[in-house]
Nanobody
């Protein structure tokens, strides 16, 4: 079994920054990629950013230039650096990890990010 755990959410004022962390552990042979999605109140879950094992990244248009996804020094970890936050970024942020061999995707429980003055 694979566990995915996020951390780092919280309350921040508009224009502020937060860094989310995610770690995958358990029965992992290798990970194809990891990413972040979010679900805002009353909206569907949407992709925020992804990163492959090779380091290729992809971002939603709404966060380009403000958010950065990066792999951590520890194995199977990923970070999401969020700068210039706006109220529209308020959501529960979910990390996921896609396995290389099975292509199965595991999700974390989510971490709340609230941008408000």
């Amino acid at each position: 079994q694979v566990q995915v755990v996020e951390s780092g959410g919280g309350l921040v004022q508009p224009g502020g920054s937060l860094r989310l962390s995610c770690a995958a552990s358990g029965s992992i042979i290798s990970i194809k990629g990891m990413g972040w999605h979010r679900r805002a109140p009353g909206k569907q879950r949407e992709l925020v950013a992804t990163i492959t094992s090779g380091g290729a990244t992809n971002y939603a248009d709404s966060v380009k230039g403000r958010f950065t996804i990066a792999r951590g020094d520890a194995k199977n970890t990923v970070y999401l650096q969020m700068n210039s936050l706006i109220p529209e970024d308020t959501a529960v942020y979910y990390c996921n990890a896609e396995m290389d061999v099975t292509s199965r995707t595991y999700w974390g429980q989510g971490t709340q990010v609230t941008v408000s003055s």
